[in-house]
Nanobody, 124 residues
Framework: QVQLVESGGGSVQTGGSLKVSCAASGDTDGTYCLAWFRRTSEKGREGVAAIAPIGGRTYTADSVKGRFSISWAGSTLYLEMNNLQPEDTATYIC???????????????????WGQGTQVTVSS
């Protein structure tokens, strides 16, 4: 099992940037895919980006492509968010999976460890 703790959320204006982090501990050697999801009351949970810690291949959802970037370094997962828009307002949650990303990186049932989330609010 992997323990995940997010940090770095906050409030920004439209067009601003934020970088959220997710510290991983425990059995990280058995993790083959890490991802960021976001949750809102309107849309539920949505996959944002994923990364294979071995090899570094990344996946980015169309809704944030060109604006968000995922990375993994030193047992910490990052999500750098640029040109933030009000529709990006959500609780951002990191997750870890024992399955490889390439099959379906945003299938929530593939993820066995979840963080508590960090709130990102974008005002217009």
């Amino acid at each position: 099992q992997v323990q995940l703790v997010e940090s770095g959320g906050g409030s920004v204006q439209t067009g601003g940037s934020l970088k959220v982090s997710c510290a991983a501990s425990g059995d990280t050697d058995g993790t083959y895919c890490l991802a960021w999801f976001r949750r809102t009351s309107e849309k539920g949970r949505e996959g944002v980006a994923a990364i294979a810690p071995i090899g570094g291949r990344t996946y980015t959802a169309d809704s944030v492509k060109g604006r968000f970037s995922i990375s993994w370094a030193g047992s910490t997962l990052y999500l750098e968010m640029n040109n933030l828009q009000p529709e990006d307002t959500a609780t951002y949650i990191c997750a870890a999976s024992i399955y490889r990303c390439r099959v379906d990186p945003y299938n929530t049932r593939a993820y066995n460890s979840w963080g508590q989330g960090t709130q990102v609010t974008v005002s217009s």
